[in-house]
């Protein structure tokens, strides 16, 4: 995966560049700390991203964190506990241009 920087040149150039991350999977990061992975399907001026197939990662509550780290020790174990990023399935979505912080492709 890597993260998808801003081209120069032309505006011609700059349209084939994004023309080459249609279809793509794109995960992309933005403020409130949620990341979208879908395809992308469309672009605007204002950097707002439409994405089809896609899903919602989210932080899990400080309630989850704490729930597994009391399973943790009551099942004896020590060191760090793993808890894994809420994810559902939200389809088709549009993604505002002002709250992305970062975009990555797969390859």
Known sequence: MSAISNPTGTPA?????????????????ISDG??????????D???NIILAMTHEYRQPSQRDIRLAAENH????????????MKKRFVGLVVVPGKYIEKIEVER
């Open 13 to 29: 150039q700059a349209s084939a560049y994004l023309t080459s991350f249609l279809n793509k999977t794109l995960h992309i990061h």
């Open 34 to 43: 949620r990341m979208f992975v879908g395809q992308l399907k469309c672009t």
């Open 45 to 47: 001026n204002e950097r």
């Open 73 to 84: 020790e009551q099942s004896g174990g020590s060191g760090n506990v793993k808890v894994d």
